[in-house]
């Protein structure tokens, strides 16, 4: 057991503490913290007492054997403007409740089901694909992932709007994290120029999932499709979901269900152009198993390979890179004291690199997960998706995506960074490229036919 004097942190703004060094370099300050000072790191985020915590079994202190004393972090729970009441705020009761009403659009049975309309997709993208052309390739998966999400979960075609919905998201993206960042964080509800802004780039996507929903109530798209099953959801007492109820899930459905996995496959791809024995292991694989045809979701056991990029890619360029919880009441973590509201804060970032846990860390290695490795871990040493009862709903739906997305687009095109492309690193709400990714396409296969998408 630790005395209850806390260990020294790193040296702190007289104001703003250690806020304005995160704001300027949120990634380095986490690695070097973590390195110079421990697994308990002491900071102050204003007048907010906050702790890195890089050690696993802290991680399953905070997320399982205390998640009752800890709540999303306060920047979250006001950023009702974007999230309303979802998941992705709330805690507790209401969190379970809502859990448990959207969980059975991301079953097996279900998630299967949207495969072929993956595919579909991301066959179109292509068919728009042309030979030594160049394209941001960050902007065509935030497409992509945006027109599947919309056919998989709402059942329409969003196609059109992934322009106006990419720049109201990267609007959305910019000032949560100017909240996160904040020593002291302004009610949304104030006309500051940001605030003005977040609320126009809200309304955009507002506008496309009432849309969605309009439609489902007017009886088109699947039954299966997520909005269909929310809007016929019942909790206990027999009480359905209103709009605005629905619109606040598929808001944080519609932000986290494509923004990750693009930014997933962005990453994957630049590795994968700076590797060409992963590269060419990867097509090896999927040449002997695909031959060239599209992949199915009874594909995915036969491609260990390319899942093992995918995990490799994640565990380097965790999308979701850090998280924080507050606490609610004085408690312990490692046996560290822990004030009530206080802020913990959490990052796969730290943890996927941490030479204690990982052979050579900073290397894209995807043969080191074809042993054992994945149970030989320690639980919260790799989490790209969370863990504990918060696990993210859409892991698994993540990970069908991901797996047929890359097999599609490389059995058709071999993607190779633009020379002196700038690739820097901008931790957001997630971990996004600055400058893009320019990338140019180098075509394997000609496709002289694309099949149609799904009908509605």
Known sequence: MHATKLPDGPPAHLLTGHATALHHDRLGCFTGWARDYGDFVPLRLGPRRGFLLSHPDYLREVLVSQQHNFIRPYPVRQSRTTFGDSMFITSGPPWLRQRRLAQPAFDHRHVNAYADAMVACTERMLARWRDRERRDIHEEMMALTLAVVGRTLFGADVEGDARAVGEAMKVVLERFTARMDSALPLPERLPMPGNLRLRHAVRQIDTVIYRMIREVRNGEGDDSQLLALLLRARDDDGNTMTDTNVRDEAMAFFLAGHETTALAL?????????????????????????????????????????GMVLRESMRLYPPAYAFARDSLADCKIGGWPVPGGSTVIMSQWVLHRDPRYWDQPERFEPDRWAGDLATRLPRFVYFPFGGGPHLCIGSGFATLEATLLLATITQRFRLALVPDHPVVLQPLMTLRPRHGMRMSLHERIRVHSVDALPAK
């Open 266 to 306: 962005t990453w994957t791809f630049y590795l994968l152009s700076q590797h060409p024995q992963a590269q060419a292991a990867l097509d090896e694989e999927l040449g002997a198993v695909l031959g060239g045809r599209s992949p199915t979701a009874e594909d995915l056991p036969r491609l260990p390979y390319t």
